[in-house]
């Protein structure tokens, strides 16, 4: 688990409290929203999440 | 960020280079996980999936690269590494742990797993050496992520 945390923090510059909350999201739930923005910028996440061996995916706001 | 130096134990070391060489050549055909690849064309969800498996290679062949050193007791089994060798021990570790999750523990559920990381004594000896292994990955990533993110407590 410090592993995830250490990828956000790493990937999205978070800051440790933020990142532990998103990997307890993931833990509890599966999964956690970890950035809104532009196609492109989401794409290089889930490329650099990738990159780390944790699953990421895209979705379109509604 | 200056350099972490690590003594790894070369009997340790002797007994996993295989298994993990052996992991590595898995990872020329899969990755260690089902990416969910965020786009519809064929062609480029298999180049996102190749180059994520040449970085995977290269990573492995880092690691595999520092585990012979040791077994062969260069530097008096002490590895130094930099920011870079860091990311890629830590990104290599992982992906093999999640390979043998898949291939040894498969019938194992992550409390089970959780459980025998505590109580190694609860897994059966036929997988007594990748169960050395999941466990020798899961130390190195910790002592390396407590010297890069020492408030890291969970």
């Known amino acids: ?62 | 960020m200056p350099n972490i130096n690590l003594e790894l134990s070369r009997d340790i070391v002797s007994a996993l280079t295989k298994l993990i060489e052996s992991i590595s050549i898995m990872f020329k055909h899969n990755l260690a996980f089902d990416a969910i690849v965020p786009t519809d064309d064929p062609d480029l969800a298999v180049a996102w999936k190749q180059d994520l498996m040449e970085q995977l290679q290269l990573d492995c062949d880092y690691l595999i690269a520092i585990l012979i050193q040791q077994d062969i007791g260069k530097n008096n089994n002490i590895v130094s590494l930099d920011d870079h060798g860091i990311e890629v021990t830590l990104r290599v570790a992982s992906a093999i742990r999640l390979k043998l999750r898949t291939v040894f523990f498969s019938e194992l559920t992550d409390e089970e797993l959780e459980d025998a990381m505590l109580n190694p004594a609860n897994i059966p000896p036929h997988l007594d050496k990748p169960f050395t292994c999941y466990q020798f990955l899961a130390g190195l990533q910790e002592t390396l992520i407590r010297a890069i993110e020492p408030n890291i407590e969970i």
Do not use: C
């Open chain 1, 1 to 62: 688990m410090t592993y995830v945390v250490m990828v956000f923090i790493k990937v999205f510059g978070m800051d440790i409290q933020t990142a532990k909350e998103h990997m307890l999201e993931v833990h509890q739930h599966g999964s956690s929203v970890l950035y809104r923005g532009p196609k492109e910028q989401a794409e290089l996440y889930v490329q650099l999440l990738h990159q780390w061996q944790l699953n990421a995916f895209l979705e379109q706001d509604a």
